[in-house]
């Protein structure tokens, strides 16, 4: 694509600018320093996230040790998505936010888990209207950050309900919503539903951001034309393909970040050396594995390359069973369109 399709403005909430629109989403297991510095090579992201945060465990984490917390100066903004079931939980987990210089604060008010909706937290709030005044109302007062939160499209297709519990957000102070676009109990099989978020945007002035089933540059094109929405967030996508980024930056929002030069092998051993550096040896391998699971799709025969490594005892088996499947496959066209 020569023509940028769809110049989209950067997204300004209170002193963050999101620029260019485009957000890591969190992903637990998946989205914690050594990925988001892989995304960071490349270029393009404009907000970077955690996985999701306890509320609860947050305020005795040690930031300098703590797998979840791990951060480096290069991966910024990084935003910190707390799952929270309570009004009573806001201040510890705000203030050791606080404490670890957070750029912006996530509700995650759209995890299906069935373990997580029975402690009343994630999509499971979403049906407890009244709790998520409280806590938005909580966190507001308590913060001068950026607000944000993460919702699901609901338990059914209501349009009235989503719009109303969407400018509730707004009325308590949240500075942007992004949707994954998929029914609580909808899997990741079902084909998101992009449009539903344009009834969204015309019900609230907050920022409004896409999420659901972005694989490529087409991908993002249709959902930001369908959804109408203020910027996109990617997730898997992001673990296959982490210079996806940087492609809809350039191609859709004319960006002037470089063409990503990609060599899977040596994004591989890059991820592996930053887990090496910056985990415990015992919080390693089960990232690789997570990793590998999305990353192996990039090539035809991508099982076997995520067979070999997640069937392996240690990082360095992992590392040399990887290799030799890239000498074996070097060559192989990797998969044109990575698919979940
Ligand atoms: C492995 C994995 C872990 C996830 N963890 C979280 C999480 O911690 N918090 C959250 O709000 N959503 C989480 N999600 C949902 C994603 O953020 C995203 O909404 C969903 O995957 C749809 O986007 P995608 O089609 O781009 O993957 C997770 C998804 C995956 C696949």
Not at 280 to 298: D, M, S, T, V, W
Not at 326 to 339: H, I, K, M
Request: charged share 20%; hydrophobic share 45%; with cysteine.
């Amino acid at each position: 694509m020569s023509q940028p399709v769809a110049l989209r403005q950067p997204i300004l909430i209170r002193d963050l600018r999101i620029d260019p629109p485009l957000l890591l989403a969190p992903m637990v297991g998946l989205t914690h320093t050594a990925l988001r510095q892989v995304i960071c090579d490349f270029g393009g992201a404009g907000l970077l996230s955690t996985e999701m945060l306890s509320a609860r465990s947050l305020p005795v984490e040690n930031p300098g040790v703590s797998p979840y917390l791990i951060r480096t100066a290069s991966e910024k903004p990084l935003s910190y998505q707390i799952l929270i079931s309570s009004a009573q939980e806001v201040a510890p987990a705000v203030d050791a936010l606080h404490a670890v210089n957070a750029d912006a604060i996530d509700l995650n008010l759209g995890c299906p888990a069935p373990a997580v909706a029975r402690r009343g937290a994630g999509a499971g709030l979403m049906e407890q209207p009244g709790e998520v005044r409280r806590i938005a109302a909580e966190a507001r007062k308590l913060t001068s950050l950026p607000l944000t939160a993460k919702i699901r499209l609901g338990m059914d297709l209501d349009m009235g309900r989503l719009q109303d519990f969407c400018s509730m957000l707004e009325d308590e102070g949240i500075d942007l919503i992004s949707v994954h676009a998929r029914l609580k109990q909808e899997s990741f099989a079902r084909n998101p539903r992009w449009e539903i978020i344009a009834g969204i945007k015309e019900q609230v002035t907050i920022p409004v951001i896409a999420n659901g089933g972005i694989f490529s540059v087409q991908d993002a094109e249709k959902c930001l034309r369908l959804s109408g929405a203020d910027g996109l967030m990617l997730a898997r996508g992001a673990a296959i393909r982490p210079w996806l980024f940087a492609e809809i930056a350039r191609e859709l929002f004319g960006c002037a970040v470089p063409t990503p030069a990609v060599s899977l092998p040596a994004l591989f051993c890059r991820f592996v050396d930053l887990l090496n550096e910056h985990f415990r040896p015992e919080h390693r391998l089960g990232r690789l594995k997570q990793f590998i699971h999305h990353f192996a799709r990039n090539y035809q025969f991508g099982h076997h390359l995520a067979s070999r490594v997640q069937s392996s005892d240690s990082v360095e088996e992992a590392r040399e069973r990887a290799e030799r499947f890239f000498e074996d496959n070097e060559g192989c066209p990797p998969s044109s369109r990575p698919s979940p």
